[in-house]
């Protein structure tokens, strides 16, 4: 597993839980992207990183995990990054599937709150940065990624936990 990793948790009503996965999954295969859907599948997958996972999910109420990935088999995100929020490969990352899949999830009746982890090296620790943001923050952080990630005066780079809100 290369890296980076992404990991989202929605919070969600019991009830709504499999209609929840059910569009989570129609989206990501709308968009090409790849998903590990379940907190079994996420910690099968995050096994080296049990104790993040475990602690991530202790921080919502009925947390839903999924993993993104590039396609349906990797475990990783690096070639979405690359491909579609990388500033060399000239593309324009608005108008990226990533950030699509993103924001058609962030529409689903039922998701409340949103925590994404995204890391690039081999051990993910609960104290990194931690940022709340509103939705269209996280996605311009996103789109900006590399930019954050090679900056010289971002101590940490863009890896962290986004603690992502609906604004009222």
Not at 45 to 51: E, F, R, Y
Not at 152 to 161: C, F, M, P, V, W
Request: charged share 20%.
């Amino acid at each position: 597993m290369a890296g980076p990793f992404f990991l989202g948790l929605f919070s969600i009503a019991r009830s709504n839980r499999v209609e929840v996965a059910r569009a989570l999954v129609r989206s990501s295969a709308n968009h090409n992207i790849g998903l590990i859907l379940g907190e079994s599948q996420v910690k099968c997958v995050l096994k080296s990183n049990s104790s993040f996972v475990d602690d991530i999910l202790r921080e919502l109420d009925n947390p839903l995990p999924f993993l993104v990935t590039s396609n349906p088999l990797d475990y990783d995100v690096m070639t979405v990054f690359e491909n579609e929020l990388a500033p060399w490969n000239k593309t324009e990352s608005r108008n990226a599937s990533l950030l699509a899949f993103l924001r058609e999830i962030w529409s689903i009746d039922g998701v409340g709150e949103f925590i994404v982890a995204i890391w690039d090296f081999m051990v993910p620790d609960i104290a990194m940065r931690r940022l709340s943001l509103s939705f269209e923050k996280f996605l311009e952080w996103l789109r900006n990624y590399y930019h954050i990630e090679h900056a010289q005066d971002q101590s940490g780079g863009a890896q962290g936990i986004f603690l992502i809100h609906k604004t009222t």
